[in-house]
């Protein structure tokens, strides 16, 4: 089974701040996603095959990474961000989610 | 619109057993694998496993696979998690969801809360 590890658990930042969230693997995963996550609500997808933005998803947001190391990227951080991020990885047959980086606004 | 119908959550004794069911709506359930998810109160994302649009292959994660069986019915457009020998540490919200490729859930329901309690 693959263990995500993400990093850091939770972070905060300014409005206009470069956010980075990075997700690291135990071995080489074939496909990689992330999810957000506000209290009280589902998940929501929100970047999909290491690097497309789900419908809907500003264009700040990034994701890149291959082989065990990924990251999302906020290139401008807004309110509207503050939230759990997980990742989760496809290796077939078995998927795991990361633990989840909780990010505020500071 | 796509839908995801959680039901069947409450409260269950230590020990025994609950079926949810996840009602879809708005496409054609019968070509897309589907998923169940789980997050206890308060902590992380937990994949419990996903079936094929035929039924024929069922995969579950390595720690819950003598406890949980996933099974769907086309013609009711239904997914379905049998729970069984649920413990305390069963409690959580348990979420439908449809896999689109490569493993990635482009669909959620609301969720529906079991807890486990005496």
């Known amino acids: 089974e693959i263990v995500l590890t993400q990093s850091p658990a939770i972070t905060a930042a300014s409005l206009g701040q470069k956010v980075t969230i990075t997700c690291s693997a135990s071995s080489s995963v074939s496909y990689m996603h992330w999810y957000q996550q506000k209290s009280g609500t589902s998940p929501k997808p929100w970047i999909y095959?290491?690097?497309k933005l789900a419908s809907g998803v500003p264009a700040r947001f990034s994701g890149s990474g291959s082989g065990t190391s990924y990251s999302l990227t906020i290139s401008s951080m807004e309110a509207e961000d503050a939230a759990i991020y997980y990742c989760?990885?496809?290796?077939?047959?078995?998927?795991?989610f990361g633990a989840g980086t909780k990010l505020e606004l500071k | 619109e796509v839908k995801l119908l959680e039901s069947g959550g409450g409260l269950v004794q230590p020990g025994g057993s609950l079926k949810l069911s996840c009602a879809a709506s708005?496409?054609?359930?019968?070509?897309?694998?589907m998923s169940w998810v789980r997050q206890a109160p308060g902590k992380g994302l937990e994949w419990i496993g996903e079936?094929?649009?035929?039924?024929?292959?069922?995969n579950y994660t390595p720690s819950l696979k003598d406890k949980f069986i996933i099974s769907r019915d086309n013609a009711k457009n239904t997914l379905y998690l049998q729970m069984s020998k649920v413990r305390s540490e069963d409690t959580a919200l348990y979420y439908c969801a449809r896999i689109h490729y490569y493993g990635y859930f482009a669909y959620w329901g609301q969720g529906t809360l079991v807890t486990v309690s005496a």
């Open positions: 708005g496409f054609d359930f019968s070509r897309y694998w």
């Open positions: 989760q990885q496809w290796n077939y047959p078995l998927i795991t």
């Open positions: 079936i094929n649009p035929d039924s024929s292959t069922i």
């Open positions: 095959e290491i690097s």
